[in-house]
């Protein structure tokens, strides 16, 4: 996400936060046409705002209540009288033909941070989690993208769960001052830490091995992904595919790089970026 100040809680925020110029996101959005184009800055917004809230919206009571209030705006939206804030989503809504429930999958999502500090969570609610605030976000992008339904659908699957999983373990020691850790109990107990906590789990010697089976569900993802791209029309599939490829550096890089202590944020270079933005973004 960018730096750019958050509302407080109720405000509207003066213009729709747009992502970084530079990023992976707004590069693969600058691939897409105009209306497609301003369609998915609209969404990012959303999904900007409602973050903002789950993480920096004061205490948990004042956040919930905030994200009740974004419910009830989608809700507005869908029954034609749109709040100012939500307003530069109706045109995307009716022209993409976006779905009410995933824009609420979204809020639901960032409830589950909001509502508490998750902590080595099973690996069914760390499935739910993925899909609501990553794959939700997918199946809303790909109607706008115009990818085909069924596909469309299979690609959010896949893509949300393989850029969440790359983003956990790229951001485990970040998540830890908060104190939240995403992976999952079941790897824990697998290698005897029964109660995980983000201390322990990350001063663990077998930590390695939980890392690396969730990061094999990732690779896995991302196999998948590609498979569907693929087999999809290249113009729909752009902004896809250079995402994919951005984020799959990343999780080669933590990947590379190991778990053992200190663990130095990683980031691809400026070089292999551009290579995928060459290969996938005009070619």
Not at 54 to 68: I, K, P, T
Not at 96 to 107: P, S, T
Not at 180 to 207: C, D, Q, S, V, W
Request: hydrophobic letters at 40%; a neutral charge; aromatic letters at 8%.
């Amino acid at each position: 996400m960018s730096a750019t100040a958050s509302p407080m809680p109720g405000e509207t925020p003066e213009a729709p936060a747009l992502p970084a110029a530079g990023s992976s996101f707004y590069t693969a959005m600058r691939l897409l046409p105009k209306e497609r184009r301003e369609a998915m800055y609209a969404v990012y917004a959303f999904c900007r705002s409602v973050d903002d809230v789950a993480d920096d919206g004061g205490a948990r009571e004042v956040r919930a209540a905030e994200l009740d209030r974004w419910r009830a705006d989608i809700d507005a939206l869908y029954a034609g009288n749109p709040p100012p804030r939500v307003k530069p989503l109706e045109e995307p809504m009716r022209r993409f033909g976006l779905k009410r429930e995933d824009f609420q999958a979204v809020i639901d999502g960032m409830a589950m941070d909001a509502e508490e500090d998750i902590v080595a969570p099973s690996e069914a609610k760390l499935d739910l989690y993925c899909d609501r605030v990553a794959s939700a976000v997918g199946r809303l992008s790909v109607r706008i993208f115009g990818m085909p339904e069924g596909d469309g659908i299979r690609l959010a699957w896949h893509q949300g769960r393989a850029l969440q999983l790359t983003n956990i373990l790229r951001d485990i020691d970040e998540d830890a001052e908060r104190g939240r850790l995403y992976l999952p109990m079941e790897k824990f107990h697998k290698i005897g830490l029964m109660n995980p906590t983000p201390e322990t789990a990350l001063a663990h010697p077998r930590l390695g091995e939980v890392c690396r089976a969730v990061a094999a569900e990732a690779e896995e993802h991302y196999r998948q992904t590609w498979a569907i791209i693929e087999r999809s029309p290249r113009q729909a599939t752009k902004a896809a595919r250079l995402m994919a490829a951005a984020y799959r550096l990343y999780l080669d890089a933590v990947v590379k790089r190991g778990w053992a202590a200190p663990r130095a944020r990683v980031k691809p270079g400026k070089l292999s970026l551009l290579r995928v933005a060459l290969r996938h973004g005009i070619f």
